[in-house]
């Protein structure tokens, strides 16, 4: 018999949000005058520690700078930081939909998700829904970052939920092999219909269709 499904537990990024968004991309182009390529080479190699809590926002942007062979200016700095919110705060509504069902009939909700303090503050403001999850891990207040241990374990406590009776949806699959380690439940999304097909697959339609007419 599978193990029921007691709390839903959802990264942040490409799961209740879209792709990043392409018009705040070119800002952030033009903030810093780089071409794509360089930008997006620069932009990666230092996220890690500011999602981990290594970096602040701004140390995290200035690093971004250097590496790109740039001193950027606290105005740049600041434009930088606010373009990255609008980066990845595109919601993703179907799935922001499921939350608030599954919110509506009382099941824990829950969000683990690799962000830095700015990033955290900026979705934070954009989104009120967002206090609605019954526990929220972000990665930067814990100086962890997925797919460590520890942050899992952080996010069932939070939950008060055995992992096992956990349903973690995330869109890396270092990620979801990271809590299939610590004993979740886990879907790899990746696109809406699939989700949706894997949800079919596994017989968990009536977990989708909570709280609906």
């Known amino acids: 018999m599978p193990t029921p499904i007691q709390a839903v537990l959802f990264d942040y990024g490409q799961v ?26 620069a932009y990666w190699h230092p996220r890690h520690d500011y999602d981990r809590g290594t970096h602040t926002g701004s140390a995290y ?3 971004v700078g250097r590496h790109a062979g740039l001193t950027l200016t606290p105005a740049q700095i600041a434009a930088l930081l606010a373009a ?8 993703n509504q179907p799935m922001i939909d499921f939350a608030a069902r599954l ?9 683990l998700s690799n962000l830095g303090d ?9 989104f009120p829904w967002l206090s609605a999850f019954t526990h929220c891990t972000w990665s930067h207040a814990l100086n962890l970052a997925k797919p460590e241990p520890a942050i899992y374990r952080h996010a069932a406590q939070g939950l008060h939920t055995p992992p096992a009776n956990i349903l973690f949806i995330d869109d890396r699959e270092d990620n979801i092999a990271g809590a299939q380690l610590a004993g979740f439940q886990t ?8 989700f949706e097909a894997e949800l079919a697959a596994r017989n968990l339609n009536t977990l989708w269709l909570t709280g609906r007419q």
């Open 16 to 41: 209740l949000t879209l792709p990043p968004d392409p018009t705040a991309w070119a800002d952030m182009l033009a903030i810093t005058a780089l071409p794509h390529a360089p930008y997006e080479t």
């Open 61 to 63: 942007f200035a690093a």
């Open 84 to 91: 990255d919110t609008t980066l990845w705060t595109r919601p």
């Open 103 to 111: 919110q509506a009939a009382a099941t824990p909700t829950g969000i």
């Open 118 to 126: 700015e990033m955290t503050a900026g979705v934070l403001r954009t």
């Open 187 to 194: 879907i790899r999304y990746t696109t809406q219909p699939a």
